[in-house]
């Protein structure tokens, strides 16, 4: 035992001189030199102990705190190098705020403060949170929340700091409220009739006068409405009682009528710009704790920064009770007419807040903003406070090519699938290949609705089909993209949908039978000019059967007056030199023709495709001969088309 009382004092001596002199390296040296002897526990052991009674005996001498920053930075190298325990800097400063006064306290947490970064570390993480966090909650019981609240707010920022966000300790999980947070007002009637005498005697000396322009009649009535709100505010959960609430509306009407009839003192007028009161260290006083006196409730008023304190609390309160709580107990709802008086309430508040200086209006957006954020957080504490995931790689979006190829390195690993390889080579640019012509499964009117079938047949398939709220829909739809009908303005009372499709329905097979009227029309005058013109172009090329059998089928699709497959081959030869301008005059867009030109090779394949696709989204031949005629290419293909009234 002596043996190790006379190391143990030896390595005081040492660790003193090494604290003067700022050598830590020096400390490793000489006691791993002077303890050789003791195994690692006891080594880690016997260090501890040393830098904790050297510590006391420089807090009892005064010492400088240059010197207890030493002592805290040598604990920390002492972990890192694993010659003391990893809670060693914890335990350093638990001393150090235990034998020293709350002001001492406040320069030495400037310490914890500037080595954020090294309590993150696992090492001390791991094993000192739990240390750190019980002595920074001790700190705070002995610290004042209304004279060190910078103090405070520095505490509890380290501690955000070092804890991740879900952690469970600083997390009121189940929305309790701190109801010991109790204001505590007068009631005794005495102290304003004394107020009342006293409004009419001459202020005495230090006391500031009172503005007669900006006076505030404050009775006992409106004294007791303004602070018996903040009970409200300490437990919301009494306003889903009826008559709290309305007693508290009552409450809150008259107490924003008061703010609303006088106006705040500004930073220029305000009554308190020739009695600014200082601390020590020069900044201004904050109070965070309420005076409730009578004598200045008329002052507090009618300053800008306790108004918006009041004000604010309304808007955090009424987002309180319109918000879905997860521990909000199932009776705890508010009716339509209640949330009606919340909503009309916030706005008065808002507008309360943008009147007040300074910088009303971008406060009030601040606070609005900063109430959206707090939505954020209420949802995911709904949810359980779930762990929060970092991103460990950041995917720039500029950077990242557009498409990959299969034989990525990362692909490669595993065995392709070939049907799937085939589905990705199968188009160079798939953007392209997603906007095909054969990607457009839209229907046509008459496909969708049934017009060719008897009129029996379709009135009762409307009418079962029309009751299904699917179809009904896809029907509206195709109606938008394929018919004038729908947007036609019509004044006649409102129709059931069901009605109302049966009428377009109408209307469209109208329109079909018409249009078949003009296909007869013209077959009769195509007939009639090839027997005056005695035009048997088509019937004299009996030579060759395959010709034969190719004009059979022209002069069919003639008849027909759509452009089919045939007639498209026919004309393809004579446009083919200016089948880029024809596309466009038909409604295709550029990159579409671009498509055509990459993918088809020679310009008489590229017209085909660019015609078969036209005549899937419309295929009227009236309409493609009035096309031609605008663009002046009617002429060179006028032959192979039938007569046109």
């Known amino acids: 035992m002596g043996t190790v009382l006379d190391l143990k004092s030896k390595l005081s001596l040492l660790f003193k001189d090494v604290v003067e002199r700022n050598s830590f390296d020096d400390f490793i040296a000489n006691s791993r030199q002077l303890l050789k002897s003791q195994n690692e526990n006891d080594l880690k052991n016997i260090i501890e102990l ?10 009892m001498q005064k010492t400088d705190i240059i010197h207890l920053e030493r002592v805290f930075q040598f604990s920390i190298d002492a972990a890192l190098r694993d010659i003391a325990p990893g809670n060693l800097p914890v335990l350093v400063l638990g001393d150090m705020f235990e034998a020293s006064t709350v002001v001492e306290c406040e320069k030495i947490f400037a310490f914890v403060e500037s080595r954020v970064e090294t309590f993150k570390k696992d090492i001390f993480f791991k094993t000192c949170k739990n240390h750190l966090l019980r002595s920074c909650n001790d700190l705070l019981r002995r610290l004042s929340r209304s004279q060190n609240t910078v103090f405070c707010g520095r505490i509890l920022l380290f501690l955000a700091h070092i804890f991740p966000l879900s952690e469970r300790s600083g997390l009121n999980i189940i929305s309790e409220f ?3 947070n109790t204001t505590v007002y007068t009631t005794n009637d005495e102290m304003f009739s004394d107020l009342n005498s006293e409004k009419g005697d001459i ?20 004294y007791r409405k303004f602070w018996s709100l903040q009970d409200f505010f300490r437990n919301p959960n009494t306003c889903y009682n009826k008559i709290q609430w309305r007693q508290f509306t009552n409450f809150t009407s008259d107490i924003l009528v008061a703010f609303g009839s006088f106006k705040s003192d500004g930073s220029s007028s305000s009554k308190w710009k020739d009695a600014k009161l200082s601390s020590p260290n020069g900044a201004c006083f904050y109070f965070a704790k309420y005076l409730t006196s009578p004598k200045l409730l008329e002052l507090e008023l009618s300053d800008s920064h306790f108004r918006r304190y009041v004000l604010v609390q309304f808007l955090i309160l009424f987002q309180y009770l319109t918000s879905p709580v997860k521990f909000k107990q199932e009776s705890f709802v508010l009716s339509d007419e209640q949330q009606t008086w919340v909503k009309d309430t916030t706005k008065k508040v808002y507008k309360l807040l943008e009147e007040t200086p300074p910088d009303g209006l971008a406060f009030a957006e601040h606070i609005e903003k900063i109430l959206q954020r707090e939505e954020y957080w209420n949802a995911w504490k709904n949810e359980g406070c779930p762990d929060f995931k970092q991103v460990s790689e950041k995917i720039d979006l500029d950077k990242r090519p557009l498409k990959r190829p299969w034989e990525c390195q990362q692909v490669s690993k595993f065995k392709p699938n070939p049907e799937l390889a085939k589905l990705l080579s199968n188009t160079p640019n798939n953007w392209e290949a997603c906007r095909s012509a054969k990607r457009n499964f839209v229907p046509s009117l008459e496909t969708f609705f049934g017009v060719a079938s008897s009129k029996a047949d379709a009135t009762s398939n409307l009418k079962r089909d029309f009751e299904d709220s699917k179809y009904t829909w896809k029907a509206l739809r195709l109606l938008c993209m394929k018919s004038p009908h729908i947007f036609t303005a019509s004044t006649s009372t409102s129709k059931s949908v069901s009605e109302y499709l049966e009428s377009v329905v109408q209307k469209i097979s109208k329109e079909k039978c018409l249009v078949q009227q003009d296909i007869v029309t013209v077959e009769a005058a195509v007939a009639e000019d090839s027997i005056e013109d005695g035009n048997d172009e088509f019937l004299q090329e009996e030579d060759s059967k395959e010709e034969s059998k190719n004009s059979k ?24 030199d200016q089948w880029q301008v024809l596309a466009l005059n038909l409604g295709f867009q550029e990159d579409e023709i671009e498509y055509f030109e990459q993918d088809f090779p020679g310009k008489k394949l590229q017209t085909q495709q660019m015609l078969t696709v036209w005549m899937e989204r419309d295929g009227s031949l009236v309409e493609f001969t009035k096309v031609l005629q605008s663009c002046g290419m009617l002429n060179n293909v006028l032959p192979h088309l039938p007569a046109q009234e």
């Not at 904790?52 to 005996?57: G, K, N, P, Q």
């Not at 503005?211 to 409106?222: A, M, Y």
């Open 203 to 222: 202020p005495e000396e230090g006391e500031i006068p009172s503005n007669s322009q900006s006076h505030i009649n404050v009775d006992i009535s409106l």
């Open 553 to 576: 089928e022209e002069e069919k699709a003639k008849k027909e007056n759509v452009l089919n497959k045939v007639l498209i081959e026919t004309i393809s030869g004579k446009l083919q």
């Open 178 to 180: 701190n109801l010991e």
């Open 50 to 59: 040393t830098v904790r009674e050297v510590l006391l005996e420089l807090i």
